[in-house]
C-alpha cells in the first residue's frame, strides 16, 4: 500500500502503481491539511475578492470576473474546453503515473480542492478506471493542462474511460464501478488541471528503466571488452581517485566486478597491445557522465513528485507575505510553479546522454563483427559461413538506423510557442521533453540489445572462461536467444534482449 502524503512518493513508489498496480489511499495529515485549504478556498468564494481560477476566468481571460452563480459552471467548461488533446492515448502505465502523481500533489493541501474529489481520483487509480488521455497538447506550462483534463473530464462523468479493457463514456466507467460523477465547484476544475504531473510521471519511470539500462550497458560493455581481448586496466580504482565523478567510478567499478576471475582477461594481461580503442579504453568516463546525467533528473524528480505545482497555491494564513496579494484573499496567491522548465531541461539533457550511450554501444558492435578491425579469432560479422552467409551484419545496421534516430530527437525545452494571447508567453514543453526522452532510451534499449546479441555470439570464439558477472549475463542471453547455427531473422533475438536489458532479471543476476 502506498499512502500518500504529498511529502514521500518516491520513483519506486511510482513504477509499483503505474506497473504493478499497488494501492494507494491518504493519510490521515494529508485529509486534515486538504480540508484546511479547502476552507480557505471557501472563505473567499463569497468575496468579491479577484482570485485567479474562483472568481476571474483563466489565462488571457484573467481579468474578466464571473458573477457568483457562474462559478461552478466556470470550472466544468474549464475541464471540457481544456480536454482538447490529440495523437495516442497515454499507455495504461503512463495515465496510471499520471494519476497517482496528481493525487499526490493535491494531497499537500496547497491546492483549494474537496477531499472528496482526490478520494474519488484514487478510487479511479484503485479500481482501474483510467481515463483516456491522447498524449499530444501539453505545453508544460501552465503544466500539463490538456492531458490532465482529459482526466478532470471523467470526474465528473464526461470524457471517455478505459474499464476492464473496454472504453466507455467517463459517466458508464464510474457507474460500473460503483463511483458517481463529481460536480465541481471553486477552484476545483483548475485544482485539477494545473500541474506538471504527466511530465514527472514519465519522467519517473524513465529514471527508473535509465538507471537500470545503464547496469545492464556496463555489464555488456563488459562483455565486449572479454571477447574482443581488451584491457580492463583502464577501469582499475586509481585511474577514477584522480578523476572523482561519480557515475565514472561506478561504472568502472562494474565493469571490473563483472570481469572477476575472468581468465579471458589473464589470457592476454601482458599481450603487446599497449591501448584499446576508446569504446572499450572510455567505458567508464562516458557511461559514467550518462549516470550522472540521470542522477541529475532523479533529483529534480524526486522534488516534483512531492511539489505543489498548481495555481493559484491556497496558503495557511499568515505564510504569505501580504504585499503578494491584497485584501482577504491574501493566501491564495498566483505564481509559476506549473512551469515544467526544471524538467524539460533536464529531460534534455538525459535523451543527449542516452544517445551517447547508445553511440558508444554502437561502436563497440562494430568491433566485434567488423572484419577490418576484430580480432583474428573472430570470423567476419560473426558468421558461421562468412560469405555465404551474413551472420550479425545487419545487426549493426539496426543498430546505426536507432543511434539515427536518438540523434534527430529535439531539444524540447528550448523550444516555447506562446500561446494565450501572449499571457502565456513562455512554456517549457516538458511534456515533449518527457516524450523524446523516453523514445530515446527505448531506441538505447534496442542498441544495447544488439551489442549483448554480437558480444554474446562472440563468445562463442572464446575458450577461456569469462568472469563471475559476464558468465552471468551471457547465461541470461543464451536462456533467451541461441547461438547461431546459420543466417535466421534477428528481429526476434533482439526485441527480445531489449526486454531484457531493462529488465531486474539482469540486476538480480549480475550485480552481486
Not at 193 to 215: P, W, Y
Not at 226 to 252: F, K, L, N, W
Request: net charge negative; charged share 25%; aromatic share 4%.
Amino acid at each position: 500500500m502506498i499512502r500518500l502524503d504529498g511529502e514521500s512518493l518516491t520513483i519506486d513508489d511510482v513504477v509499483r502503481v503505474a506497473r504493478e498496480d499497488e494501492p494507494v489511499a491518504l493519510t490521515s495529515d494529508a485529509r486534515e491539511r486538504v480540508r484546511a485549504s479547502r476552507e480557505r478556498v471557501e472563505s473567499v468564494v463569497d468575496t468579491d475578492e479577484a482570485v485567479y481560477g474562483v472568481t476571474t476566468g483563466f489565462g488571457d481571460l484573467v481579468n474578466t470576473r464571473i458573477p457568483r452563480d457562474k462559478r461552478e459552471e466556470l470550472q466544468a467548461n474549464l475541464v471540457r474546453s481544456h480536454a482538447t488533446g490529440a495523437g495516442r492515448p497515454l499507455e495504461r502505465e503512463e495515465v496510471r503515473a499520471l494519476l497517482l502523481t496528481r493525487a499526490n500533489a493535491l494531497s499537500k493541501g496547497y491546492s483549494g480542492i474537496r477531499e472528496s474529489v482526490v478520494d474519488l481520483l484514487i478510487a479511479m487509480l484503485n479500481e482501474g478506471v483510467h481515463p483516456v488521455v491522447p498524449s499530444r497538447g501539453s505545453l508544460g506550462a501552465s503544466g500539463d493542462l490538456a492531458p490532465l483534463a482529459h482526466v478532470a473530464v471523467v470526474l465528473i462523468g464526461e470524457g471517455e474511460a478505459d474499464y476492464e479493457g473496454e472504453w466507455l463514456s467517463g459517466g458508464e466507467a464510474l457507474a460500473r464501478a460503483g463511483f458517481e460523477p463529481v460536480t465541481l465547484q471553486a477552484k476545483e476544475g483548475l485544482a485539477l488541471i494545473n500541474g506538471t504531473q504527466l511530465t514527472v510521471g514519465l519522467a519517473a519511470l524513465l529514471v527508473h528503466d535509465a538507471e537500470r539500462l545503464l547496469l545492464t550497458a556496463d555489464a555488456a560493455g563488459a562483455l565486449t571488452t572479454e571477447v574482443t581481448m581488451g584491457s580492463v586496466v583502464a577501469c582499475d580504482p586509481a585511474i577514477q581517485r584522480v578523476r572523482p565523478h561519480s557515475g565514472q567510478a561506478e561504472s568502472a567499478a562494474n565493469v571490473q566486478r563483472f570481469t572477476r576471475d575472468s581468465a579471458v582477461v589473464e589470457s592476454h594481461r601482458n599481450c603487446d597491445r599497449v591501448q584499446d580503442a576508446y569504446s572499450i579504453r572510455c567505458l567508464p568516463q562516458v557511461h559514467g557522465a550518462v549516470r550522472d546525467a540521470v542522477a541529475h533528473l532523479r533529483e529534480a524528480v524526486e522534488i516534483e513528485l512531492n511539489s505543489a505545482t498548481d495555481n493559484p497555491l491556497v496558503f495557511p494564513n499568515g505564510e504569505v507575505d501580504p504585499r503578494a496579494s491584497g485584501g482577504d484573499a491574501a493566501d491564495i496567491v498566483s505564481g509559476g510553479n506549473f512551469h515544467g522548465a526544471p524538467l524539460s531541461h533536464r529531460l534534455d539533457y538525459v535523451a543527449g546522454a542516452l544517445t551517447d550511450l547508445a553511440s558508444i554501444s554502437e561502436r563497440r558492435t562494430d568491433r566485434l563483427l567488423n572484419p577490418h578491425i576484430q580480432e583474428a579469432h573472430l570470423p567476419p560479422y560473426l558468421a558461421r559461413n562468412a560469405g555465404t552467409e551474413s551472420g550479425l551484419m545487419i545487426a549493426q545496421y539496426t543498430a546505426a538506423s536507432l543511434l539515427a534516430e536518438c540523434r534527430a530527437t529535439g531539444r524540447a525545452g528550448t523550444d516555447s510557442t506562446p500561446v494565450s494571447g501572449g499571457q502565456e508567453d513562455h512554456v517549457s514543453m516538458s511534456a515533449t521533453a518527457a516524450y523524446g526522452a523516453r523514445r530515446v532510451l527505448e531506441n538505447v534499449r534496442q542498441v544495447v540489445a544488439v551489442e549483448l546479441l554480437c558480444a554474446a555470439e562472440a563468445a562463442e570464439y572464446v575458450e577461456e572462461s569469462l568472469g563471475t558477472g559476464t558468465t552471468a549475463l551471457y547465461e541470461a542471453v543464451r536462456e533467451l536467444v541461441p547461438p547461431l547455427s546459420g543466417d535466421r531473422s534477428l528481429a526476434g533475438d533482439i526485441e527480445t534482449l531489449a526486454a531484457l536489458v531493462v529488465s531486474e532479471e539482469i540486476e538480480n543476476r549480475i550485480a552481486d
